[in-house]
């Protein structure tokens, strides 16, 4: 999996999303990966929920055991969804790591459909996060963040508010760096003396 992070808490999380996969060929002796099966081995064509983590290495075989289904948050009527408003939409409860699960997904989408829903809710939900936090509104009064939002909205209040500690301030003035001035000195005396 290259888009892993070994230490990220957030990527284990990420990768222990179970998501959809039908298993191209019989295995035996697996087939307690299917809660509904009688029988011990895993017959080909069967539907089942497993780990991405686990789903990620199964595919990569060659020939690949699974084929990796989009999850449900990620199929066409949450895509519409949210390409037409995703400001509406709870992150949180539709999956609180949807952007970074999405990159998972997003290579086994064949269309690239899940790639460009990534981006269009990202840029809508952005600029809605970034309004409230930099107004007087507060970030709690929009719809509830996924994990990656709330960083964000994190990391813009306390800039945002060092920028103010910095602007309220005053004692500093900004003045020109002595290599500008001398730079400056120069290129006056080299043009007095044409």
Avoid at 147 to 152: D, F, G, K, N, V
Wanted: glycine share 4%.
């Amino acid at each position: 999996m290259e888009n892993s992070n070994y230490l990220s808490v957030t990527d284990i999380l990420v990768t222990n999303e179970k998501i959809p996969c039908k298993f191209l060929h019989d295995l035996p002796k697996m087939g307690f990966l299917d809660p509904s099966a009688a029988d011990n081995d895993l017959k080909a064509g069967t539907n089942v929920e497993i780990p991405l983590w686990l789903a990620e290495s199964l595919y990569s075989r060659r020939p690949p055991l699974v084929s990796v289904e989009l999850p449900k948050i990620y199929k066409d009527s949450y895509r519409e969804i949210l390409n037409a408003d995703a400001c509406t939409v709870d992150m949180h409860k539709l999956n609180q790591h949807f952007y970074e699960l999405g990159c998972y997904i997003a290579k086994h989408d064949i269309k690239g459909e899940v790639a460009n829903t990534l981006i269009n809710t990202f840029r809508q939900r952005f600029r809605m996060l970034l309004s409230a936090c930099v107004s007087t509104d507060s970030v709690g009064a929009i719809q509830p963040l996924s994990a990656s939002e709330r960083q964000q909205a994190a990391d813009a209040g306390s800039t945002e508010k060092a920028l103010a500690t910095w602007l309220q301030r005053g004692d500093s003035v900004l003045t020109t760096a002595n290599m500008v001035a001398n730079h400056r000195k120069r290129k006056r005396a080299e043009m007095e003396m044409f």
